[in-house]
């Protein structure tokens, strides 16, 4: 027997898309101050977090604090600050993600976003209070204006990636071979075309021959690509579009160009670009939650149906409900077993008095017309209905009619117990 207690060591390859994000948030780094404007391993660090097991977090806390060391140590060459930022790192980002599963522990639904979000500003005021006071104890020059962007790009970085990696966890695949043609066509031109929007957006030649009115409002439109993308494509969907808006976004923005340069201050632009894509991140997380929340409620209801046909199936049942208004009704169970016919064949009561008994049809149409008009006499009333292999079917009903608010019948509903097929003499063989 295996022991469930044993930790497992392959939760620190979680450091190496750490490193990644880190050397990549480095390559945008002001390279007199060194001050970090897009920072991104948190975002991998909490999403690790939330898609590993407590007994787990020891491991992955050694693993960051390594990477980040490392990191610190490549790009600055400060022993003790990089031990100061490696404690820091790796700490704000277990407590981001300890206030997100303490707030949200099932990562679903409209909750998870606001635990995202308090986890995000938890870990970012521990970050700050622990990496900006060494900043600050250190004297280094413009420490506060640093903890300014050290913060805002801390927030982006949980806020941008770890609803990524927690959203790609949920990819189940499906027997069917996946969505749709038309889905897959739809999402793919939505794709398409948030990419060239992307890079008419944060294009500088572009928008310098543009209107800044008309340049400031093309920034919604990978917004509403991204949206469409995560829509038809659904959750993992949502991540590829969020992940290309950000690489382009970035790139583009670190080059000097798109819609949020000023010219009095060159690095003000990627710290706007974060928080457009913040927004653009809560706005697909929001999407990609109330999809996910509606597929979860059809997958429920599929599986109470299921249990509920069985139910019926196994106790030998129909269930029925009868609309006065429309004339519709409705049968839940077994036809084909019951009459040998199919889901449909009875809509209305004129196709069940039409394979009623003769001899039952009159007293059968009495008793329905007593029920429309209210009637509760809830004495079972067996009849027999046609049975398509040959015979009748014995049928007990068993209902009632159900008041409206005005004390009309609003439906009526009840259960029809199936007995023995009874067969005409001219049957027998």
Known sequence: MKDSSRRNPLCLLWAIPYLLCGWFSHLLNDPVSHASFVWLPPGVAVGAYLLTRRRDWPLLLLGFFCAQLLLTLVWRGQPMTAVVFAVTGSLSSMLAAWTVQRLSPRRHGPGFVAALLAGAVAGAACSALLGGGWLWLTQEAG?????????????????????????????????????????????????????????????????????????????????????????VWGPQGGT??????????????????????????????????????????????????????????????????????????????????????????????????????????????????????????ARLSMHWAARRAGAQDRTPLPFRLAHADGGWRVVSDRGSPLADFDGSVAVVAGMWRLGEIEREPADVR
């Open 240 to 361: 590829l579009a969020m992940v290309t808006l950000m690489v382009m976004a970035l790139y583009q923005s670190a080059q000097g160009e798109g819609p949020f340069v000023e010219a009095n201050d060159p690095w003000h632009v990627l710290l706007a670009t974060q928080v457009y894509l913040v927004v653009t991140a809560l706005l697909l997380l929001l999407v990609n939650t109330l999809r996910s929340a509606r597929e979860q409620a059809q997958a429920d209801a599929e599986q109470w149906r299921g249990r509920f046909d069985l139910a019926l199936a196994g106790s030998h049942q129909l269930m029925y409900r009868y609309d006065p208004h429309d004339g519709a009704l409705e049968l839940a169970g077994d036809l084909q077993d019951a009459f040998g016919l199919s889901a449909g064949a009875i809509a209305d009561l004129d196709s069940l008095l039409a394979l009623a008994h003769p001899d039952d049809r």
């Open 143 to 231: 420490a506060l204006l640093r903890l300014r962007t050290w913060v805002v790009a801390y927030l982006a970085g949980i806020l941008i990636l770890a609803p990524a990696f927690t959203g790609w966890a949920q990819f189940r695949p499906r027997r069917s071979g996946g969505p749709r043609l038309r889905d897959f066509v739809l999402g793919a031109v939505a794709y398409a075309l948030m990419i060239v929007s992307t890079f008419m957006t944060f294009d500088g030649d572009m928008i310098r021959n543009l209107p800044y009115v008309v340049s400031f409002e093309l920034t919604y439109l990978p917004l509403v690509f991204a949206v469409l993308i995560a829509l």
